[in-house]
């Protein structure tokens, strides 16, 4: 890609400690939204994962959700205290939503490199935080579910910095595909799945959900 593109800008950073929260399990998903923030390779300064094998890590470093998520919400569960910031996400860009999104995509705001790795798996946590069953699952249904980054390259982000697409290395890799065949235990296209297969970038639990449907091991 020889010009970068605006994709939006930054509309909310947070940040979040481990602290007790339900069904006798600790969890980070209660953020603040903070103005600045330093990004290293495992995340956000000042943030913190409960669960790390479901979140954190270098390649699950930084969590962003699309903005129409709480629109959705909202319309769908009316009379749900809900704010935006409440999904235990870091980021929301402007613009930015799993349909515009591809696995492998770099992006660049304010020198802080992010490539996108996975979608996020919606979780029973949303629906404790809401108090009102049911959301993860609509969430998953509707394919609004957010994603995680791996950061390239370090620095810090502030509020209303602009997002801008750096690569795109596979255009077809969008997050609302992925998130359709990863949820069809039907899909079975070889010619596609190997397409898949063969994104470095792309997280290896998807991978090997991928490659068991067609009787192969991911490398």
């Not at 492998?104 to 996108?116: A, E």
């Not at 995680?148 to 750096?166: A, F, K, N, P």
Request: charged share 20%; glycine share 10%; net charge neutral.
């Amino acid at each position: 890609m020889d010009t970068p593109q605006l994709q939006g800008r930054v509309l909310r950073l947070q940040t979040g400690q481990a602290l007790p929260f339900a069904r006798e399990q600790v969890s980070a998903i209660n953020k603040s939204q903070v103005e600045r923030v330093e990004v290293s390779t495992i995340g956000f300064d000042g943030d913190e994962q409960a669960d790390q094998f479901f979140h954190g890590g270098q390649l699950q470093a930084v969590h962003q959700m699309p903005l129409r998520a709480y629109a959705l919400i909202a319309q769908a569960f009316p009379g749900v205290a809900l704010h935006e910031g409440m999904l235990g996400e870091n980021l929301i860009v402007s613009g930015m939503h799993e349909a515009t999104v591809c696995i492998g995509d770099v992006f660049g705001i304010n020198g802080v490199q992010l490539r996108v790795t996975r979608p996020r798996r919606p979780c029973w946590k949303i629906d404790s935080q809401l108090n009102r069953s049911g959301v993860a699952k609509f969430l998953q249904e509707q394919g609004c579910v957010g994603w995680y980054y791996q950061v390239l390259h370090t620095g810090s982000i502030q509020r209303h910095d602009d997002c801008v697409l750096l690569q795109r290395p596979h255009a077809f890799a969008t997050l609302t595909r992925l998130w359709e065949i990863y949820n069809d235990a039907s899909f079975r296209d070889p010619e596609e799945i190997q397409r898949w297969l063969g994104i470095e970038a792309l997280e290896r639990s998807f991978k090997e959900v991928l490659g068991q449907r067609l009787g192969s091991r991911p490398g």
